[in-house]
Nanobody, 123 residues
Framework: VQLQASGGGLVQSGASLKLSCEASGLNLDYYAVGWFRQAPGKDREFVAS????????YYADSVKGRFTISRDNARNTVYLQMSTLRSEDTAVYYC?????????????????WGQGTQVTVSS
């Protein structure tokens, strides 16, 4: 079972990036998926999550209106489109899956976790 986050990189403030979270050995049809991030010296924090069928979506206040989460169950992949990036968005971004009930925001609800992808926004 593996979740692989990709698509990170170094961009300038105001730019866009699209992250992908691809699952292997795990059918994401049955899982909600969340994106989280961890900046240096800070705790890992919630960014966005999406329900199994894509109708339910949650966003952290800090990214609302700039980030969009979506999913393509046929590709077993969840995306995070990030626009108008700011220096404070710099972090390692992780995706994780949630099976069944539980908070769509709490890190504790999500397992398994994928390896992260680095996003660096220069001002």
């Amino acid at each position: 079972v593996q979740l692989q986050a990709s698509g990170g990189g170094l961009v300038q403030s105001g730019a866009s990036l699209k992250l992908s979270c691809e699952a292997s050995g795990l059918n994401l049809d049955y899982y909600a998926v969340g994106w989280f991030r961890q900046a240096p010296g800070k705790d890992r924090e919630f960014v966005a999550s999406i329900g199994r069928n894509g109708r339910i979506k949650y966003y952290a206040d800090s990214v609302k209106g700039r980030f969009t989460i979506s999913r393509d169950n046929a590709r077993n992949t969840v995306y995070l489109q990030m626009s108008t990036l700011r220096s404070e968005d710099t972090a390692v971004y992780y995706c994780a899956a949630k099976y069944g009930s539980g908070s769509y925001i709490s890190l504790d609800s999500f397992k398994p976790w994928g390896q992260g992808t680095q996003v660096t926004v220069s001002s």
